[in-house]
């Protein structure tokens, strides 16, 4: 998920930069970042059922690429072309995690609309009805059973990435009209054509920089 638009709680620059440093280690690299188009992102992960090194190291690369990227609040498995159920989150209000085999329960009945946007979706956002209060449970890489409280932009985090392990994406959640707009406005972009890019490379920096207007 990228955070963008009002409404949603913006991390300092000096700050940001800080924490992706702390948990830069050397030898780890992000990955591409998959784009609409890719069929991986219309894929219905698999539960994990094996915790090994394996899903430790998904869980760092998942980390690793979204902090990649300055807007990066979240990140789901089939945006780096993985299937299993796996997704990170660091909303920038001080809880940092990674749940696997998540699932999400409302904590209330409040549905608030807000701006929502995805770096598998560069340079689009559309406003997005979510549950204000939800709680996710699962498993973190040890296996052990976790859950994190969200409300406002962590609890609508945690139910765009569990769309994204569904085959689900904001858009889809859209209005026909609305959504049909988004469609034509990524056909138009730069991008448009790659399954996948670096979040390095100048090209997905300009499609990233275009959304903040
Ligand atoms: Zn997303």
């Not at 963008?4 to 830069?24: D, I, K, N, P």
């Not at 769309?163 to 034509?184: A, C, F, S």
């Not at 138009?188 to 920089?209: C, F, I, V």
Request: aromatic share 8%; proline share 5%.
């Amino acid at each position: 998920m990228a955070e963008r638009g009002h409404g949603f709680t913006v991390m300092s620059e000096q700050s940001s930069a800080g924490r992706r440093f702390s948990l830069r280690l050397p030898g780890r690299t992000c990955e591409p970042i998959t784009l609409w188009d890719n069929p991986v992102l219309r894929t219905t992960t698999a539960p994990v059922t094996v915790f090994d090194k394996n899903i430790r190291r998904l869980v760092d690369q998942l980390f690793e690429t979204m902090y990649a990227i300055e807007t990066g609040v979240g990140l789901a498995a089939t945006q780096i072309g993985r299937t299993e159920r796996v997704f990170v989150f660091d909303c920038h209000d001080g809880v940092v995690g990674h749940v696997i085999n998540p699932v999400v329960e409302p904590l209330g009945s409040e549905v608030l609309p807000g701006w929502e946007g995805c770096l598998s979706l560069p340079g689009v956002s559309a406003e997005t009805s979510r549950l204000n209060r939800c709680r996710v449970t699962g498993q973190d890489a040890d296996g052990n059973d976790i859950a994190y409280d969200g409300e406002g932009l962590r609890a609508r985090c945690f139910q765009h990435e569990l769309d994204h392990l569904n085959g689900v994406l904001y858009i889809d959640h859209q209005p026909d009209g609305v959504r049909t707009q988004l469609e034509q406005e990524m056909r138009d972009s730069e991008w448009y054509g790659n399954l996948s890019l670096d979040p390095h490379t100048a090209l997905y920096k300009r499609s990233q920089a275009g959304e903040e207007t």
